[in-house]
């Protein structure tokens, strides 16, 4: 008999929809922390700023002027890092160097007109809009024959990179399928073929049966945090019923999406008792026409933070160049998560 | 004729050691920046800090007491994330719950007794020293059967989860092959098989033809940005004769890989005029004793900084759902760096 204790010993869990595995090393959280915190940011943000250049009626750096929008809005990113207009070409040297143009589209996405709300304070009415917009767009951007995939993201508190607290998120579509996708359409390809099931069905099945991970739960979606999450408090948001994208959500099932969106961020801003930081996205199907029997619609949360709301994991360098660690257990996370449920 | 101009329009670029793909976008460093600023630290450290639990004869965490070290220290890490006595065993429900125990070592190397030095501040010749340790380690917990990889890295500065700026890296060995050095096996492996030639050597051939991503080369080294590179800085250390690992490295050698190291880091000093935060670390082949004629020894150095000493690149909602993503172009970052070399 073996003494290895999943909540103990440093173990390896393998990610099957990437591949990859991830170092988990539970003893270690018990580290102490002497290096960089991050500063707390007051939030204390008035309804409309007009200084921001999300805010409705105010002036983008381009010159053009928001709408007095009431709901979501969206326009094209002033500063996309792909672009519709760039020529075809490559730039190969054997090999070993070698670049392809890649055509694209960036938007941003306002999810609400109110400057102080991010997706935890919103109604779940409001956050329905939000998904009823990312519905459309991913239809729209999909439809075109030079976009390949659609990636809805949202980078959410300066510590991740985002540079307006105006609550919003960004979709950037082009040419080709990136990494991740790419890896979880290999991934779940491969299960489909061998099981005629969903990867992601039979796995949601497995976390139903013990509920040792799940944080969430409602008529059409669940929220949990994955065997092998990464960031210290990372879920993944898995529909129940098996489809490939959005543009096959129903109405109920919208939603039952906002509110699963709705009870998760929620939920994260009682960890710490602040505006919780996260990236979170979707991973759908690509819409280059081909049929995904074994895609399953799912959403990813990130969230840094790892020991209270100024000390974030570092994912530097064993990380970098081995593979990711993390040191609580995802069963631990997921405990205290469910805990702040509402 | 194609107008698609690397300098300009977005691309993506192949990675050929991991077979992934980086999104570059020429345009976007014109995109003006109002996010999260990085704390610049005060760098006035004393050559011994009473309070650091890496300078020589104080005393650590777990009570013992440093020696009276003159060059470099190597001690097993008191908060390690991988542990020797670790026991067998596995966790395992159906194809898609599954972990496995890891056993490992992890230890700390301190570079200098001086608590106020870098790499980057070092001579060669007591930089030559910390090779020659990484050399002995490698052999050592290389040699022990439970390991079959060896990670040697460095995390400089606090933005890197650094937590003390005592000059040092660490060492994290264990039992299986993590997955960047993994996927760099089945990438050189492949080429080498089709080619019987290495992948590294053919690639630096054609870098040597061109020089446009060449930082700084000597006798047996040569620090170039890679052409796939992610990181605004990022570069590579690629050793012009074709060996697996650095326990093959010859006296010369390694006096030659000590300067590349001096040159570069002090090189990156002068970007921002500040200590240059970066991870670094050396892949090289597995200790598992197959042999492994495709590996290529080389060392990465993965810096944060983008525009300036406070503003980093974050690799968040896009990077993490999709793909990496850069803003400067790699033959930029090189030109800059190469000016730099003294
Ligand atoms: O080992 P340290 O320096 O305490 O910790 C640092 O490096 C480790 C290895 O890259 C990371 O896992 C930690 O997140 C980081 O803070
Ligand atoms: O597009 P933004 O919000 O200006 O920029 C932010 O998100 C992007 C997409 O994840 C990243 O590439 C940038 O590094 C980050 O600062």
């Given at each position: ?37 991050e ?66 589209i ?29 519905q ?20 959410k ?36 073929e061998?099981?005629?099931?969903s ?36 879920t ?86 081995g593979n ?19």
């Amino acid at each position: 008999m073996s003494d290895f204790d999943l909540a103990e010993h440093p173990h390896r869990r393998y990610n099957p929809l990437t591949g990859e595995w991830v170092l988990v090393s539970p003893h270690r959280a018990k580290r102490p922390w002497q290096g960089q915190q991050e500063e707390q940011s007051q939030d204390t943000r008035p309804e409309y700023d007009p200084g921001c250049y999300l805010c409705p009626t105010n002036t983008r750096a381009n010159g053009e002027q928001n709408p007095a929008y009431e709901s979501t809005y969206v326009f094209d990113n002033d500063f996309g890092a792909l672009q519709e207009g760039t020529p075809e070409g490559a730039y190969v040297k054997g090999d070993l160097i070698r670049a392809e143009s890649e055509r694209g589209i960036c938007r941003v996405i306002c999810f609400s007109p109110r400057h102080d709300l991010t997706l935890a304070d919103m109604a779940p009415e409001d956050i329905r809009k939000v998904v009823d917009l990312w519905q459309q767009e991913y239809q729209e951007l999909g439809s075109k024959d030079f976009i390949n995939y659609v990636q809805i993201f949202e980078n959410k508190g300066q510590i991740m990179g985002c540079s307006n607290p105006h609550p919003h998120g960004q979709i950037w579509a082009q040419r080709t399928v990136p990494v991740e996708p790419a890896k979880e359409t290999t991934q779940q390809g491969l299960y489909f073929e061998q099981h005629q099931r969903s990867l992601l069905a039979d796995y949601l099945a497995l976390e139903l049966e013990t509920r040792e991970r799940v944080v969430a739960e409602n008529e059409h979606f669940v929220a949990l945090v994955p065997f092998w999450a990464v960031w210290p408090f990372e879920t993944i948001v898995i529909s129940k019923r098996h489809f490939q994208h959005i543009g096959q959500m129903t109405e109920e099932e919208k939603n039952s999406f906002a509110q699963s969106i709705k009870a998760l961020t929620a939920a994260y801003d009682r960890v710490f008792g602040i505006s919780f930081p996260y990236s979170s996205g979707i991973h759908q199907s690509p819409t280059d026409g081909q049929a995904y029997p074994g895609w399953h619609f799912h959403m990813h949360f990130y969230p840094p933070l790892l020991r209270s709301a100024t000390v974030k994991k570092f994912m530097v360098g064993y990380e970098m160049m081995g593979n990711p660690q993390r040191d609580i257990t995802p069963e631990a996370a997921a405990n205290l998560l469910r805990s702040l449920v509402r």
